[in-house]
């Protein structure tokens, strides 16, 4: 699906002072630059700022920008310029934290959200446990699935062509954190078990 | 191990795969979504930048970049995570903004005052009277731009920052955001 003559029409008339354009913008790329921003472990209020700084940095540049196309990648790239720049000016840090109750409503059955609330905490501590990079990287390529490889690239300073195999390497370290323990109180019996987490 | 799914719809640009990152980014929309608010500012912002456009009712020149900011200086090795031990430079805080290779530029030095609000302290280039504006997404407020150049802001808040150049006649010159 090729959405780039939609995101430079969107540009356009948000440039144009389209109000909705613009709000079509926000709503597809508000979770990428929030994403940006707390994956380099910034808190609400420091994130809070960092996403405002970024959208108003568009809003003044929505004339010239050079490539409207590379909209998400351009959002991830000042996202974390004005993370870091957080991070050195202020120094401040918050460890993300899984919240006490993680808000389920979208589930049916009573199982389900146990089931549901139990996996989404084992996933998130198995993901806690990836290196930073790991943890940079898939953040990243999850929060949007119209971030290529060039705009990961640029926004986090790694070379493109690392970004494949490392996103590799990392979902693969990941789906070994997944393999059941002693949750079923069964032990890891083998490769075998892996391929019941591929839904 | 991923592979190609019939049917299903690239991710990131690449047609391979992977249902885990499906899985992520549900979790992250679960415990981590971004907040109603942080919309609703990202929403303001084309409007809050338009009406300050109008209000002023001038002409905009040439936005000025950030050219140079001693707070990202030496990231050499930087992870770019809170916690990673970013040693900072030892001085004051400057940020410079320019455009292009043009002559006209704006040092800025951020300091943090006691309540938690910023003091800027700045020299435009090149010289000339005129007025700073200092504008945050809460509001605006001008200071005078000495004969020198010198200017000094107090009580301003922290979080995005924008500075405009006012000389009487001539286009306003606006500053990129940044995060102070």
Known sequence: ?199 | MSGDIPGSVPRNGIAEHDPLLDELAALFDHVDPVPDHVLAAADAAVEVVAAWRDLDSVDYGELLGVRTDTALAGLAGFSGLAGSGVRSTGGPRLVTFGAGSGERCVEVEVGREPAGTLRLVGLVVPTGPGELEVRSPGGAFRVPVDELGRFRAVGVPAGPLSLVLHYPGQQAIPTDWITV
């Open chain 1, 1 to 199: 699906m090729d959405r780039a003559p939609q995101l430079a029409d969107l540009v356009m008339r948000a440039g144009a002072r389209d109000q909705q354009a613009w709000r079509q913008l926000v709503s597809r790329f508000g979770s990428l630059v929030w994403a940006v921003a707390r994956s380099h472990r910034l808190d609400h209020a420091d994130a809070a700022d960092v996403s405002q700084t970024t959208w108003l940095r568009l809003a003044e540049n929505l004339g010239t920008l050079r490539d409207p196309a590379r909209l998400p990648g351009w959002l991830a790239t000042t996202a974390r310029r004005e993370s870091l720049r957080v991070l050195a000016g202020r120094r401040r840090e918050a460890p993300a934290e899984l919240p006490d109750d993680i808000d389920h409503d979208r589930s049916s059955t009573p199982e389900a959200f146990v089931l549901t609330a139990d996996r989404d905490a084992r996933l998130w501590r198995a993901f806690e446990q990836l290196s930073d990079r790991c943890q940079q990287i898939l953040r990243l390529l999850a929060a949007s699935p119209e971030l290529s490889y060039a705009d990961v690239g640029q926004a986090l300073d790694i070379p493109v062509g690392s970004i494949g195999p490392t996103r590799g390497r990392c979902l693969q370290a990941l789906r070994r954190m997944l393999v059941p323990d002693d949750f079923t109180g069964s032990e890891f019996s083998g490769p075998g078990s892996a391929g019941r987490f591929v839904r």
